[in-house]
Each structure stands twice: as structure tokens, then as C-alpha cells.
């Protein structure tokens, strides 16, 4: 049988350029990527989920691929990222859609479905729970825990310092972060280094190992499409995490009403720092969690077939 094919066209909405990537005719699900990822990072549900049915939405989002990247890192914040999705819907003619986000695809998503659960038919995070609010800014609770031990965040704060390190060999730089938080790898972590004078590659373990799931073909699409762009629209999400705090005051006590799924590697290291059981404070219809063993960050790359069968479960469990 063939697959659908895959459609690429280019969007207007929330006053950028959007490229997305779909598949099938239908209900509308929209799949976000996170970081450093692209539409692509959805090459193995686009198909599965069209040919079931759907109308499969893979957006590369701000910043991303062959979307816009505004300059200032403000317009990089949770209200112009979901506003970004929900202006995508409006292009497309759809009420609502249900939303799946991965990495920092996740948040966007789980935001969605407080501020405007109307919108929202369900929802899935990948990797990332929906936590409480934290009781300060962001940025400064990350500094109380770390103390003088690199932190990634952290580190992206510095406007210019990530960007220039990793767009220096955006090949050697994709390939060392997919291997280090994968299910692949040994240690499934960065490594413990002082703060003082480290920078991400010190952090990440390079390899000549080229797991089945993430092929030479596939760092290659990612690859090109960084040295386009760069990595700035990326890293600057991770530059809004206290603006995004102050943001969200209002939604501080919303919880997530709509069905929601969450699907996660057992080896993914943002689960171990946040597992699930977060979610029973702020998710009041979650309707599974699946943890996936051996799995690592890379969700629904490493593991395909098992996130389409969760992914196809919950649609049709909520009748969309």
C-alpha cells in the first residue's frame, strides 16, 4: 500500500511565514516539534496518522527550519507561540484540532489547553509533563539547584554564546545531542561539568554510531536545515522562561480539563527530573501515561510504532 504523501506548503499567521508539512484529509492533528528538531522530527506519524484518517498538521514552528525567525527575542514567547497555532488553525478553516508537542513542542501545547481548551479538542505531551507552577522565576530556581554545575539552560541565556558554538559544525553539534539523551547511549545524560568555562559540547558525548532510527539520512535533513537557519530561533524559547512565567500568572491555578495522553522514553532524563505523577496536579483527564522502555528523549523518533498505536489509541478514544 502506498503511504499518503507528504505536502509542504507555506502559511501566514500571527505575522509570520509558517512552513508546514502534511498528510491525509480529516479531523486535524497538529504535531510540534521541539528542540533542536524540525517537522521532520514527525516523518514516522505524519503517514501512519493520515492513512487512519486525519488530517496531520507538522509545522516547522517560530524560529524553525523554513519558518520565520524574528529578530527580537521576545516575540519568542508562550502568547506568540500558541498564538502561532492558533492562527495556523484559522488558516486552515479549523475550530479545533487535537495537539500533540514533543521537547518544547510539549509546554506550547499543554498551554494551549489551559488558556484555550475551546480550542482544544486533546491533548499529548511527549517527554515533557504539564508541572505546577514554580513557586519563582524559572531562571532563578535553575541557578538555586545547579549552584556552579553546568546547566544547559542556563548556559542558552547568553544571547550569542549557544548559537555561535553549536552553528560552528551543525553536523558534529545535532549528532552529539541526539546521541546523549537517547535511549542509545550508556550514560543518557550530559555529564557533570562546572559551570565555569564549559560549553554544550564539552557536555555532550559525540559518536561515530549512527542508531537504526536516526539514520545518516535523517542527521543529514536536520543538518542542511540548521545551516540555513542557524540555531538562535531555537534557543531563543529557552531565553523566555521567566517572561513566560510572569505571562502565565493568570493561568497559575487552570488546570488541563481536556482528554489529555502523555507519552515518554523510561530512559528520557526530563522525565527523570520531572516524572508524570506532576501531572495529577495539573491535568484533571489524563487518559494514560505510556513510558516506554529503553527509550530516551527522542519519543516518537526512537520508538514509532509505539507512539502511533498511543497516538491512534487516544483519537479514537475521545472520538475525534
Not at 123 to 135: H, N
Amino acid at each position: 500500500m502506498t503511504e499518503p504523501p507528504i505536502r509542504h506548503r507555506t502559511i501566514p499567521t500571527n505575522g509570520i511565514e509558517m512552513h508546514v508539512a502534511e498528510a491525509g484529509e480529516g479531523p486535524p492533528v497538529v504535531l510540534c516539534h521541539g528542540f533542536p528538531e524540525l517537522w521532520y522530527s514527525w516523518r514516522h506519524q505524519l503517514p501512519v496518522l493520515a492513512e487512519a484518517g486525519y488530517h496531520v498538521i507538522a509545522p516547522d514552528q517560530r524560529g524553525y527550519g523554513d519558518t520565520t525567525a524574528p529578530a527580537d527575542i521576545a516575540d519568542y514567547d508562550i502568547l506568540h507561540l500558541s498564538d502561532d497555532l492558533l492562527g495556523l488553525l484559522d488558516a486552515l478553516g479549523y475550530e479545533r484540532a487535537v495537539f500533540a508537542g514533543h521537547d518544547w513542542g510539549a509546554p506550547v501545547v499543554w498551554h494551549l489547553a489551559q488558556r484555550v481548551p475551546e480550542r482544544v479538542a486533546g491533548v499529548v505531551g511527549l517527554s515533557v509533563a504539564c508541572t505546577p507552577r514554580p513557586p519563582m522565576p524559572p531562571i532563578q530556581l535553575f541557578k538555586a539547584l545547579f549552584g556552579d554545575t553546568f546547566f544547559y539552560i542556563l548556559y542558552f541565556q547568553q544571547p550569542g554564546v549557544a548559537d555561535e558554538e553549536l552553528g560552528r559544525d551543525p553536523e558534529r553539534s545535532l549528532r552529539a545531542f541526539y546521541w546523549t539523551i537517547s535511549g542509545d547511549s550508556p550514560d543518557g545524560a550530559f555529564k557533570v561539568l562546572p559551570a565555569e568555562g564549559t560549553g554544550l559540547l564539552d557536555a555532550l558525548t559525540d559518536t561515530d554510531v549512527q542508531p537504526d532510527w536516526f539514520t545518516a539520512d535523517d542527521l543529514a535533513v536536520y543538518t542542511a536545515a540548521y545551516r540555513r537557519s542557524g540555531f538562535t530561533g531555537g534557543l531563543n524559547w529557552y531565553r523566555n522562561f521567566d517572561r513566560n512565567w510572569e505571562l502565565t500568572e493568570s493561568l497559575a491555578d487552570r488546570k488541563v480539563e481536556v482528554p489529555a495522553l502523555f507519552i515518554a522514553g523510561q530512559r528520557d532524563p526530563v522525565v527523570l527530573a520531572a516524572p508524570p505523577e506532576v501531572m495529577e496536579a495539573t491535568v484533571a483527564d489524563l487518559r494514560g501515561t505510556v513510558l516506554i522502555p529503553g527509550v530516551g528523549h527522542w519519543t516518537q523518533q526512537e520508538a514509532p510504532g509505539v507512539v502511533n498505536d498511543a497516538l491512534l489509541g487516544f483519537l479514537r478514544e475521545i472520538g475525534w
